[in-house]
C-alpha cells in the first residue's frame, strides 16, 4: 500500500498550488482521506478531509475558504487546492487514509514552502 504526494514546491505569498496524493494498494473509495501539515519542531496538524463519496467535507479554521480538498475516485487520487497562500502555510503535507475510526496509511509528504 502507498500514498504518494505529489505538487508541492515554492511559491510566493498569495500564490496557489495544487497538492495530489495518489494512492496504490488500496481502493479509495472505501476511505475517509484527510490531508494533514507539519512544520519541525510542531504537531502535526489537520488541514482537510473528505468522506468517500465527498459529500462532507472539513477544514481547519485556519485554510477555510481558501483550500479545497476534493477527490476522484476512479483515478483512486485525493487533491488539496491552495489558494492565497500565505509564509505560515509553510510546512510538509501529508495524505492520510482512514478506516472508521484509524488513520491507517499515511503519505511520506511534499514540502510547500511559501515566501512572503
Known amino acids: 500500500v502507498q500514498l504518494v504526494e505529489s505538487g508541492g514546491g515554492l511559491v510566493q505569498a498569495g500564490g496557489s498550488l495544487r497538492l495530489s496524493c495518489a494512492a496504490s494498494g488500496l481502493t479509495l473509495s472505501s476511505y475517509f482521506m484527510a490531508w494533514f501539515r507539519q512544520v519541525r519542531g510542531k504537531e502535526r496538524e489537520f488541514v482537510a478531509g473528505?468522506?468517500?463519496?465527498?459529500?462532507?467535507?472539513s477544514y481547519a479554521d485556519s485554510v477555510k475558504g481558501r483550500f479545497t480538498i476534493s477527490r476522484d475516485n476512479a483515478k483512486n487520487t485525493v487533491y488539496l487546492q491552495m489558494n492565497s497562500l500565505k509564509p505560515e502555510d509553510t510546512a510538509v503535507y501529508s495524505c492520510a487514509a482512514r478506516f472508521q475510526l484509524t488513520y491507517n496509511y499515511w503519505g511520506q509528504g511534499t514540502r510547500v514552502t511559501v515566501s512572503s
Open positions: 473528505v468522506t468517500w463519496n465527498s459529500g462532507t467535507r
